[in-house]
């Protein structure tokens, strides 16, 4: 079966510099999730969109920004990263629209971004 | 949503039936019980939840007590790949992922 597919699946970039990741969710699903996982830490909600609006927000910081498109993909993007931006970030999708209702989440493998 | 605690680590013979509990002491009437794991490095994975009645589906089970203020997941015969983190989540119904709140959990780890 189809699952979530995040891109790239390792990214290292400099401090200041910027970063863009992508995830793909699985075929019909219109929501989609971003999960921060700092070296050692809890996964962190960052924010969700379903059907191309945001639905939800929680720690995302200001440098951050991310955007649902017409086909349903994500992508998250991050200026000015700093080394605190090291981290696993996960996206996830499920399907929420067209009658479903407490339908799980289906997480990707996640991309791992190094800020050096 | 409500806090959660868990124990910190637990261990468990490989077949034999491995039970994760979970207090919940402070859930409204409208939190349900969500079970996530995380295998080393990889994305959350939901298990199982549930409102009120015990649920099982081809992973696990999950018994909530009648007060509802705990409940316990139940991994029937544990293999070596169910080693992981376990997460007890309360929130509101609806399923998704809408603001997780994955605090510590559990640390399964089984031996062979």
């Known amino acids: 079966a189809a699952g979530v597919i995040q891109s790239p699946r390792h990214l290292i970039k400099e401090k200041r510099e910027t970063a863009t990741l992508k995830c793909y969710p699985i075929?019909?699903?219109?929501?989609v999730y971003w999960y921060q996982q700092g070296p050692g830490q809890d996964p962190q909600f960052l924010i969700s969109?379903?059907?191309?609006?945001?639905?939800d927000k929680g720690s995302i910081p200001d440098r951050f920004s991310a955007q649902q498109f017409s086909d349903y993909h994500s992508e998250l993007n991050m200026s000015s990263l700093e080394l605190g931006d090291s981290a696993l970030y996960f996206c996830?999708?499920?399907?929420?629209?067209?009658?479903?209702?407490?339908?799980?989440?289906?997480f990707g493998q996640g991309t791992r971004l190094t800020v050096v | 949503d409500a806090k959660t605690t868990q124990p910190t680590s637990m261990d468990c013979a490989e077949g034999r039936a491995a039970n994760l509990p979970c207090n919940h002491s402070?859930?409204?009437?409208?939190?349900?019980v969500y079970w996530y794991r995380q295998i080393h490095s990889q994305g959350p994975q939901y298990i199982i939840h549930?409102?009120?009645n015990n649920e099982t589906n081809e992973m696990a089970s999950l018994i909530i007590t009648e007060d509802r203020k705990s409940s316990t997941l139940i991994l029937p015969h544990a293999t070596l790949r169910d080693t992981a983190v376990y997460y007890c989540?309360?929130?509101?119904?609806?399923?998704?992922?809408?603001?997780?709140?994955f605090g510590k959990g559990t640390h399964l780890i089984i031996q062979p």
């Open positions: 996830a999708s499920s399907l929420r629209g067209q009658g479903a209702w407490n339908t799980e989440a289906f």
């Open positions: 075929p019909r699903h219109d929501t």
């Open positions: 969109f379903y059907e191309k609006m945001q639905s």
């Open positions: 402070t859930i409204s009437g409208n939190e349900y």
């Open positions: 549930g409102l009120k």
């Open positions: 989540i309360v929130r509101v119904g609806g399923g998704g992922a809408d603001g997780l709140t």
